[in-house]
């Protein structure tokens, strides 16, 4: 199985600062036939169900605003948060879906300094 | 526009089963992947498992084999994830969750979830 973990657990940042949340996984999640990186980024408010932000990595969702960016490849992953706003306070959580179990990180609390 | 809406809350005694159920909406049914993820209070996400409409084929998660079946009823439409031998660490949200992917392709991320189902497993 793929284990997914996530750095920090918890990360504070100021209003209109750069949030930056690691991903790395036990193994590469790039997929070479399509160079696909199999990895996803989802939001989290508190009562409500996840909210996917960005799928192969770095493909932000419709809708999604464009302060959320996703990089890497292979088995280590950022999402990037340029301008922190205060509706962005959530938990975050990274997925990869190259195998199953389509395992997910630990999560990654963000709160305003 | 898709809709998910899941079964409501259950309070279950330990050693009993839970049957959640999700009903699906605004899109072919039959074209999606469904997945099913819960959440412990307080605790992370944990995928159960996916199941495909069209067929009905399953691919359980190796922490739950044996113990959970997910099914499907084309007629209306409707996913269930039943989970049995319940014990206290089972207490979650239990969600279903769309695919992005059409089925003629591989899975990928969850674009879609349910509203969630409370199980409570306590004596």
């Known amino acids: 199985d793929i284990v997914m973990t996530q750095s920090p657990d918890s990360l504070a940042v100021s209003l209109g600062e750069r949030a930056t949340i690691n991903c790395k996984s036990s193994?590469?999640?790039?997929?070479?036939?399509?160079?696909?990186?199999?990895l996803a980024w989802y939001q989290q408010k508190p009562g409500q169900p996840p909210k996917l932000l960005i799928y192969?990595?770095?493909t932000r969702e419709s809708g999604v605003p464009d302060r959320f960016s996703g990089s890497g490849s292979g088995t280590d992953f950022t999402l990037t948060i340029s301008s922190l706003q205060a509706e962005d306070v959530a938990v975050y959580y990274c997925?990869?879906?190259?195998?199953?179990?389509?395992?997910f990180g630990q999560g990654t609390r963000l709160e305003i300094k | 526009q898709v809709q998910l809406v899941q079964s409501g809350a259950e309070v279950k005694k330990p050693g009993a089963s839970v049957k959640v159920s999700c009903k699906a909406s605004?899109?072919?049914?039959?074209?999606?992947?469904m997945h099913w993820v819960r959440q412990a209070p307080g605790q992370g996400l944990e995928w159960m498992g996916i199941?495909?409409?069209?067929?009905?084929?399953?691919s359980y998660a190796q922490k739950f084999q044996g113990r959970v079946t997910m099914t499907r009823d084309t007629s209306t439409s409707t996913v269930y994830m039943e989970l049995s031998s319940l014990r206290s660490e089972d207490t979650a949200v239990y969600y279903c969750?769309?695919?992005?992917?059409?089925?003629?392709?591989?899975?990928?991320?969850?674009?879609?979830w349910g509203q969630g189902t409370l199980v409570t497993v306590s004596s």
């Open positions: 969750a769309r695919d992005k992917s059409r089925i003629v392709v591989v899975p990928a991320a969850i674009g879609y």
């Open positions: 605004g899109y072919t049914f039959t074209s999606y992947y």
């Open positions: 199941i495909n409409p069209s067929g009905g084929s399953t």
């Open positions: 193994q590469s999640v790039l997929y070479s036939s399509n160079n696909k990186n199999y």
């Open positions: 192969w990595a770095s």
């Open positions: 997925q990869q879906y190259y195998s199953t179990p389509f395992s």
